[in-house]
């Protein structure tokens, strides 16, 4: 993996939270291991077969998922086997769950593909479609054009 500048690693490290998140989730294997965990992968062999990731890389981005909270090791043990570590997610693997489906969102509606769609976020009781949303802090759902970023001074 490629050194970080001084620079990144400092904006990694800084005020903006973004910045922060990106620190964590760095790359596109950590997303698909999201998305995998959430769709109820478990087991090393589980993520490397339906990723076709190379193992040295899932070992790595599960030590920092790891790491930083986002999964936990639980261990298991299948019949005649040795103990090994499985994953589940944590409370924030879970709330991850929203970025995941605000990225689905956006890929259908700006890389949408002739042969639909492979993960469709649903309810568990009913499977009725969900959709992420901007909410204000009085509840009301917000349009996208209706949202901006600004800068605060936290000095």
């Known amino acids: ?26 790359d596109s294997w950590s997303f698909l291991l999201l998305r995998e965990a959430h769709l109820g992968k478990r087991t090393f062999a589980q993520f490397r077969d339906s990723l ?3 193992t040295d890389v899932l070992s790595a981005r599960l030590d920092a998922l790891v790491e930083h909270g986002i999964l936990e090791r639980i261990p298991y043990q299948e019949a005649g086997q040795r103990t090994r570590d499985g994953y589940g997610l944590t409370a924030a693997g879970n709330e991850l769950k929203v970025v995941l489906i605000a990225m689905q ?36 759902i917000e349009p996208h054009e209706n949202v901006e970023f600004v800068r605060i001074n936290t000095a």
């Open 1 to 26: 993996m490629p050194r970080k500048s001084q620079a990144l690693t400092d904006a990694l490290m800084g005020q903006c939270a973004i910045a922060r998140s990106l620190g964590v989730l760095s």
């Open 105 to 140: 969102q956006w890929g259908e509606e700006h890389l949408p593909r002739e042969r639909g769609l492979s993960v469709l976020p649903v309810t568990r009781d009913g499977h009725q479609r969900v959709r992420a949303g901007l909410v204000s802090a009085s509840g009301t």
């Open 52 to 54: 076709g990731i190379a």
